[in-house]
């Protein structure tokens, strides 16, 4: 089964700068998930962006998709430290499945 | 409220043991999941129910038994545990219609096997 694989891994950044995640796939999606995961929490989801989007907003958070290079990015803007959390990109095949098959995060640190 | 709710929140048992972990989603979803993330966080999907009926059963030792009693809850049993066993065990629940629905997860249920 395809799996999305975020970049980078680890990310450090202070309150009030912009952070970006990446995810990159193998193969042809339906859509594409992006979670949150505070620490010793269950994933809260934030996004979905189907294939045939290109960018969709909430909040503070942005997420394109590139299906040319099968990559999708997610920017939070004016981060806070209660953004501190790891986030998961999720990528559903379809074909009457759509199980979102998950990477392995980025873990995003944001200072005070 | 909790709309996800799984029990117990943490489990500590030896290796040979049975146990239990159960799960219950109150906001009328069809579909529910069981996901296991290894200590790397990687989440890899387990088994998926439809409305009490198994329609994804992934690579995953027999000793694993869903069983959905109704489609509000999902429990996980595992026979003779393992020390490989030892994990954050997520359920998580959807509408059927997946295409444009996110998943929500529960809180979790961290297993030790000693």
């Known amino acids: 089964s395809q799996q999305g694989e975020e970049d980078p891994q680890a990310l450090s950044i202070q309150e009030g700068e912009n952070a970006t995640m990446n995810c990159s796939y193998k193969t042809s999606i339906n859509n594409l998930q992006w979670y949150r995961q505070n620490s010793g929490r269950g994933l809260v989801h934030l996004i979905l962006?189907?294939?045939?989007?290109r960018e969709k907003h909430s909040g503070r958070l942005r997420v394109t998709l590139d299906t040319s290079k099968k990559s999708s990015s997610l920017l939070i803007t004016a981060s806070r430290a209660a953004d501190t959390a790891s986030y998961f990109c999720a990528t559903s095949q379809g074909g009457g499945s759509y199980i979102p098959t998950f990477g392995r995060g980025t873990s995003l640190i944001v200072h005070p | 409220d909790t709309a996800v709710s799984q029990t117990p929140k943490y489990l500590v048992t030896q290796m040979g043991n049975d146990k239990s972990i159960k799960c219950e989603q109150n906001l009328g979803h069809d579909t529910m999941y069981w996901y296991k993330q290894d200590s790397k966080k990687f989440l890899k999907i387990m088994f998926s129910y439809n409305n009490k009926e198994l329609i994804i059963n992934e690579t995953v030792p027999n000793r694993f038994s869903p069983k959905s009693p109704d489609k509000a809850h999902l429990n996980l049993h595992i026979n003779s545990l393992e020390l490989g066993d030892s994990a954050v065990y997520f359920c998580?629940?959807?509408?059927?219609?997946?295409?444009?629905?996110?998943?929500?997860f529960g809180s979790g249920t961290r297993l030790t096997v000693v």
């Open positions: 998580a629940s959807s509408p059927w219609d997946r295409a444009y629905y996110g998943y929500t």
């Open positions: 962006i189907r294939s045939n989007e």
